[in-house]
């Protein structure tokens, strides 16, 4: 039992589950959650693929590895108990060539290695069984990687928190933290007159969790890098071309997964997301550049190193950026008769991608404690998957609640 009080700056699927974790381990706590937006989940938890990731692709051992099969589990439940909708639809990773299907073998070794459930591989022929319209010359199938809306779960999650007692205080941007004889003062950048000094808190702030931890005295690195990713929607008149999800093999060199059919779990079919700087952290319209931003990547050596290596990759991607034909191409390769579908633009996403000064991107979560402050520095895909097991680990295991 703790009577102490927590702050969570960030009400995004990752700050809502820590809120929520702490009620639940901790029914009489305090708890109180800062959003700088007029809603919850605004920003990545609300522009995303929507899928559950079972653990194919990640380094066994890993914090991403473990959380997400966790987290795929507890998303699972959670939807069951709360009746949001969730789609079991399964997932196909499709190999075009001989290259591509060791790499592919070597996802499945991770996959197996990470107990992801009823993963087998596919010989070319019993593809379409699966999805009677790709084509490949073999493929990893996940039939449990399922589709939900984490914009709907957070909103799901937001509601349990006022229930249980806490509070969700929005349009409230946390400037800085500042940590004095084990109390925590929180700063904002207007004058309102919350409750500002705190036992502990754990910052969740997303696309600008890198600012928030330097301003409050944690290591300037590494840094949000923020990438867009931009959806299609394709004419309804052929969503059901695609029965679930299609993916690439993904290329080792680039972090991203490739341009891939994603159904939503309201029934309409997309193509995307490829992966490309973006010039503005929360710049979604791709219109509203941002000049701070903007600066922030172009002063940073890593940016730079990260550049000059992976030039080729950043063509490929900058050839969807250029032309929807390109974009509907890239897919096209794994469902021929999509070559033609006409698609309109989708919301982007934005990933808060963490970047070190050497240049390369940090695969694994980043999970950084400072004094009685917790900073989530790096949840990329798959966050929203494991983020109610990202709670449960911060909770009981980075957090000490003296
Ligand atoms: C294109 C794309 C596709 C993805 N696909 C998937 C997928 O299919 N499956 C999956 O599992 N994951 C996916 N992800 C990753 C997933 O969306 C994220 O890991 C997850 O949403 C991160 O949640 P979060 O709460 O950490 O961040 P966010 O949702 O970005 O929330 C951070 C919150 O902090 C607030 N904030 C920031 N600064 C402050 C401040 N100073 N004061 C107060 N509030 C502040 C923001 O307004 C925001 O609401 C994808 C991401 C992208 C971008």
């Given at each position: 039992m703790t009577n102490k009080h927590y702050a969570i700056i960030g009400g995004g699927i990752n700050g809502l589950s820590v809120a929520r974790q702490l009620l639940l381990d901790f029914p009489d706590a305090k708890v109180t959650v800062f959003e700088k937006e007029n809603s919850v989940a605004m920003h990545q938890s609300s522009h995303n693929s929507g899928v559950v990731h079972a653990g194919l692709y990640y380094e066994p051992g890993g914090l991403k590895a473990r959380l997400c099969r966790r987290g795929a589990e507890l998303v699972y439940k959670f939807c069951l108990e709360n009746e949001v909708a969730y789609d079991e639809c399964g997932k196909v990773v499709v190999a075009l060539s001989k290259e591509e299907e060791i790499r592919l073998n070597a996802i499945y070794q991770k996959s197996v290695a990470n107990q992801v459930p009823d993963v087998r591989i596919l010989e070319a022929s019993e593809i379409q069984d699966i999805e009677p319209n790709c084509i490949g010359t073999s493929a990893l199938y996940s039939p449990r990687t399922a589709i939900v809306s984490y914009g709907d779960i957070a909103k799901k999650i937001a509601e349990e928190i006022k229930r249980k007692g806490g509070s969700i205080i929005l349009g409230q941007k946390v400037t800085h933290l500042t940590e004095r004889f084990n109390k925590i003062t929180v700063h904002f950048d207007n004058n309102e007159h919350h409750s500002t000094v705190f036992d502990y808190v754990v910052t969740c702030a997303g696309l600008q969790s890198d600012r928030l931890a330097a301003s409050s005295?944690?290591?300037?690195?590494?840094k949000i890098v923020p990438f867009f990713g931009q959806y299609y929607v394709i004419d309804e008149n052929f969503k059901n071309y695609v029965r679930g999800l299609i993916y690439p093999v993904?290329?080792?060199?680039?972090?991203f997964l490739g341009v891939h059919f994603t159904k939503r779990i309201d029934g309409q079919m997309t193509i995307g997301p490829n992966a490309f700087i973006s010039?503005?952290?929360?710049n979604y319209s791709g219109k509203k550049i941002n000049i701070s931003d903007i600066y922030d990547f172009l002063t940073y050596k890593g940016f730079w190193k990260f550049s000059s290596k992976n030039m080729p990759a950043a063509m490929r991607e900058l050839r969807t950026v250029l032309s929807q034909t390109n974009f509907v191409s890239e897919a096209a390769k794994y469902v021929p008769s999509l070559a033609n579908v006409s698609v309109i633009p989708a919301t982007r996403g934005i990933r808060a991608q963490a970047m070190e000064s050497d240049g390369s991107l940090v695969d694994d979560f980043v999970i950084r404690k400072q004094g009685n402050i917790t900073h989530i520095r790096n949840a990329p895909s798959p966050g929203a998957t494991s983020s109610l097991a990202i709670a449960e680990y911060i909770v009981r295991e980075v957090m000490s609640h003296g």
């Open positions: 005295g944690d290591i300037e690195t590494p993904p290329d080792p060199k680039y972090p010039f503005g952290r929360e």
